[in-house]
């Protein structure tokens, strides 16, 4: 299945969802329905969160996370927060709700940002991160569901790694069906005739597009673990994207990389 172009400005502004953190330093956590987050680690400068040092509540502004739009500041109040919960994850985790929704990015849920951002030699930070640069990213989150006992019609998150102002280089979807939680990805693929230099159209024409692929459908009732694996190349097609599910290769497809470069110019 593919989408036009305009998915990238418009995906999931009806309905929102859940992110991890164009070069990389964070991870941007949008939501639907609910559902709870813990922990997330990146290399080569490490860290690892849980929670449970936080305070319950609005997760903005506590350990360099920014959420403005569930302290109300945004373009919406979301139902995003640090809760307390007794089931499936124990312990403080990141609830996500979509129960109310804004075509907004920037007062979005941001987890707190690297010291060492990742990305192509040539990629903008647009002065949100920095450190030395490195030519990987990778991101690991544990989510439930918080009703796990049955679906959840209409929910659905989504995950994204990004530079920390929703300029996002990959992409995974949770959706709620009949038969469980589907993981859901898209990457952009560039093809003939390619594009060679920066906004040239043969790069963003009729036959290059986002396009999905469905990679696994959960159990609602468990835990699981999402790994990003982002490796950056630099010039065309070439960055790779990995995503593990509970150990286990899922996919490897390509990066946004040629959407901007190509359709943005950037």
């Known amino acids: 299945?593919?989408?036009?172009?305009?998915?990238?400005?418009?995906?999931?502004?009806?309905?929102?969802?859940?992110?991890?953190?164009?070069?990389?330093?964070?991870?941007?956590?949008?939501?639907?329905?609910?559902?709870?987050?813990?922990?997330?680690?990146?290399?080569?400068?490490?860290?690892?969160?849980?929670?449970?040092?936080?305070?319950?509540?609005?997760?903005?502004?506590?350990?360099?996370?920014?959420?403005?739009?569930?302290?109300?500041?945004?373009?919406?109040?979301?139902?995003?927060?640090?809760?307390?919960?007794?089931?499936?994850?124990?312990?403080?985790?990141?609830?996500?709700?979509?129960?109310?929704?804004?075509?907004?990015?920037?007062?979005?849920?941001?987890?707190?940002?690297?010291?060492?951002?990742?990305g192509e030699t040539s990629a903008v930070n647009n002065g949100m991160s920095g450190g030395t640069r490195q030519n990987r990213f990778e991101s690991e989150f544990t989510f439930a569901s918080v009703v796990p006992s049955a679906q959840q019609p209409g929910l659905f998150v989504s995950i994204s790694p990004d530079r920390g102002d929703g300029a996002r280089m990959s992409y995974l979807g949770f959706e709620d069906q009949a038969d469980g939680i589907h993981v859901l990805f898209y990457d952009y693929q560039d093809h003939s005739p390619f594009g060679t230099i920066l906004g040239d159209a043969a790069?963003?024409?009729?036959?290059?597009?986002?396009?999905?692929?469905?990679?696994?459908?959960?159990?609602?009732?468990?835990a699981h673990t999402i790994k990003f694996d982002m490796g950056f190349v630099d010039g065309s097609r070439n960055d790779t994207v990995s995503v593990y599910i509970n150990g286990n290769l899922e996919i490897t497809g390509t990066s946004w990389e040629d959407y901007y470069r190509y359709c943005e110019g950037n």
């Open 1 to 118: 299945m593919t989408l036009p172009r305009s998915f990238i400005r418009s995906m999931g502004r009806s309905r929102r969802r859940l992110l991890p953190i164009v070069a990389l330093a964070a991870v941007i956590f949008t939501a639907a329905g609910a559902g709870l987050f813990n922990g997330s680690s990146a290399t080569a400068d490490t860290g690892t969160i849980n929670f449970n040092s936080y305070s319950l509540g609005s997760i903005h502004g506590q350990d360099g996370w920014s959420s403005l739009g569930s302290t109300g500041g945004g373009c919406a109040t979301y139902d995003h927060a640090v809760v307390q919960q007794q089931f499936i994850i124990l312990g403080n985790a990141l609830r996500l709700s979509n129960a109310v929704t804004s075509g907004c990015f920037s007062d979005q849920t941001f987890s707190r940002s690297l010291v060492d951002e990742a």
């Open 203 to 222: 790069g963003c024409g009729a036959e290059d597009n986002f396009v999905l692929t469905d990679i696994a459908t959960l159990n609602r009732s468990l």
